[in-house]
């Protein structure tokens, strides 16, 4: 069930009805059904999965609380793992393995396979984990009942594609008392219209370029390809950040506030300060559950940068069964540990002269991280480590023709969009972009819109209504990008 369909609209307006008609102690009960609900419009049978999933987890949590520590926490992050690597990453080992096969000149004896990747798991799985371990850190205390446990993994709004909640932040809140509040539903459905907005106006319009190029490198030149790449840098925004808006909507129309997923990364200025903005949820949980337990930065300047590029190669796994996944996730690590050694130096006290340096520079400093987050975006989206070559060894043909006016032309209609549907793209991200700009100094548009005058709000979700209206993708719904993840 697609937040971008009818069908979730529909949805979404019963569960909100029945949320606040029924008593108190029969909503969770409430959400958890239709959490399930919204998880078998997809693939009835893979519930089974996600309940399994949960059982792990919520034992290992009741056991570790009565003191089985390490003996109860160690298989179940056995358990997890084993799940992701089995509907996740065998084929892949597999499919590497026979590579491996043939370059040797033997036959692999495991024919061909596939096994459907569950919608979400990777989210699912990693919130469990997370859950498990602060049970273990006793940073929470463990839920004794299987079925709270379970509304807390599946809660639907970020059941698959996050945030990745904590325990600390979420479970409290599914079975707190929320009374009908049009503050909180006038906030959520803002958040939606922002999500709505970034999804089927930016990135499902935008897709269209993006996999035109992509899906066909050896039809295009270096012009097509840095147009393909930029697109996809606000398509994959767009995408993302639009259902972590849909998801944090939903939620706070029930009254419950889900974190803060992005906070305006490509207003980045250096690698460290866009992991801080891009996909949070994700970024933290490998701080707190692989950085820091690998050593984080408490060691020695050497094993530091270790720790760094491990821990972005594997979150570059994370991503998908891909090789292209992993050296998407070695660029970043290799950025971070560039900038340490370039910034090594002690770091300076806070002063006036810092600050008009700081200022001054930043241009330069943004121009460079988003140069470099652009060209990691090349493998992320690459369909293999092939096409990944040919991109980055044919990025700069065609350039010498830019004058070419025939040339233009025929590179314009090759990229699979319109000249309006190109600027309609374009005219929606100038203004996402000044969106954000504006709301720098704020948490978020929303917040800076509800301290202005009413005239000022209305106008401004007016003209975002009236894009999504009349710019909108409504055929063909795609579903999000990371539901693959």
Known sequence: MLFNSLQFIIFFAAVVLLYYILPYKLRWIMLLLASCIFYMAWRPELILLIAFSSLVNYTAGVLIGRGMGKKALVPAVLINIGILFVFKYLVFASES??????LLGREYPIGEFDIVLPMGISFYT????GYVIDVYRKEYKAEKNYFRFALFIMFFPQLVAGPIERADRLLKQLFARHKFDTDNISMGLKYMLMGYFKKIVIADRAAVLVNTVYNAPEDHNGIAFAAATVFFAF???GDFSGYSDIAKGCAKVLGIDLMQNFDRPYFASSIKDFWKRWHISL?????DYVYIPLGGSRCGWLRRNFNLLVTFCVSGLWHGANWTFLLWGFLHGVYQVIENTLFRFKKWKDSTAKRLIMAATWPFRWIVTIALVLLAW?????NSIGDCIYIFQNLHTGFENIYDMQFMYDTLNSLGLGVFDILTVLAAIALLLLIELISLPFED???MMKKLPFVFRFAFYYVIAAFIIAAGVFSGLGEFIYFQF
């Open 97 to 102: 393995l026979a590579r491996l096969y043939a």
């Open 126 to 129: 990693f919130q469990g984990l």
């Open 235 to 237: 398509q994959i925004y």
């Open 283 to 287: 970024s933290t949980w490998f701080r």
């Open 378 to 382: 090349i493998p992320f989206r690459a």
């Open 445 to 447: 548009i929303n917040v």
